[in-house]
């Protein structure tokens, strides 16, 4: 059984992906990291003989701090991080026991650079619709909560991802794009490699709705309607990226926690 400053695999694996998950710090050895070059979701590294130098970061979040087995190096920083007045919990087996129960992990190696503030930025044409915002969304709740997105003109994406250091994304000719009938949010699941039931299900809803491929899913025509609606409601695309991340949030936990339940009103009247 877990302590009062521990958190379990399954526990922790409800939370990430939601708007309020607490961050995530991995401070396993380089040892360790380089025979499993994996991070869990939105979650960063740090070396924790520096904890130090930038727990202060971390302070007014919730943090779970994480190591390979769960002990002395997770254990320190954590206690490291309560005593600057942070909430902070360690995970419970460390990163093996989330590797055991094959809880959800991102490849490193597919992550961008970050920039001197610790986040990756992203370009992309202005006006988003779905797949503009669908990517975003995938990048902050499951890569990094901190990433930058720039909205500009479609002719000056390129030239605007050389010199800002940006990732362009959904624009032809790019790596982070459409690849035959995937969107640019499949090609992004599948090369950090976000392999998840719920994540395909969601996936297949932004597939119909941004290719015009309605009848794959019932879903995707009430799904296209409210994105297409968000695109006329703001004209700041920064705006509108906040406005459908609470989109994509409630059909993540659609696509989680509900996709067997019905609503059925009013109810059958008794007769009597």
Not at 67 to 93: D, F, M, P
Not at 169 to 191: A, P, Q, T, Y
Not at 246 to 253: E, G, S
Request: aromatic share 10%; glycine share 6%; proline share 5%.
């Amino acid at each position: 059984m877990s302590s009062s400053t521990q958190i379990t695999t399954s526990q922790l694996s409800r939370l990430i992906g939601l708007p309020d998950a607490p961050a995530i710090v991995d401070v396993r050895i380089p040892d360790d990291f380089g025979a499993s070059p994996y991070l869990l979701p939105a979650s960063v590294l740090h070396d924790y003989r520096t904890v130090g130098d930038w727990a202060s970061s971390y302070r007014g979040r919730h943090v779970i701090v994480l190591c390979q087995s769960g002990q002395k190096l997770s254990e320190g920083v954590a206690a490291w991080l309560r005593h600057e007045g942070i909430t902070a919990e360690t995970l419970e087996g460390g990163y093996g026991a989330w590797q055991q129960a094959k809880g959800l992990v991102v490849s490193h190696a597919k992550i961008p650079t970050r920039n001197g503030a610790g986040a990756t930025v992203w370009v992309t044409r202005a006006r988003p619709k779905v797949d503009r915002i669908a990517c975003p969304w995938l990048i902050r709740r499951f890569v990094d909560p901190k990433a930058v997105f720039l909205f500009v003109a479609p002719s000056e994406v390129v030239a605007v991802a050389d010199r800002f250091q940006a990732v362009p994304f959904d624009i032809d000719g790019v790596f982070w794009s459409h690849r035959g009938e995937r969107c640019s949010f499949d090609i992004m699941l599948k090369e950090f490699g976000l392999t998840s039931a719920v994540l395909d299900r969601l996936a297949t809803i932004v597939r119909a709705a941004d290719t015009a491929r309605l009848e794959l899913v019932p879903e995707a025509a009430g799904f296209l309607a409210a994105s297409l609606g968000l695109s006329r409601m703001f004209k700041d695309d920064l705006e509108q990226l906040d406005a459908g991340m609470l989109l994509y949030d409630a059909f993540y936990r659609w696509c989680r926690d509900a996709t067997d339940e019905t609503h059925n009103w009013p109810s059958p009247m008794s007769r009597t």
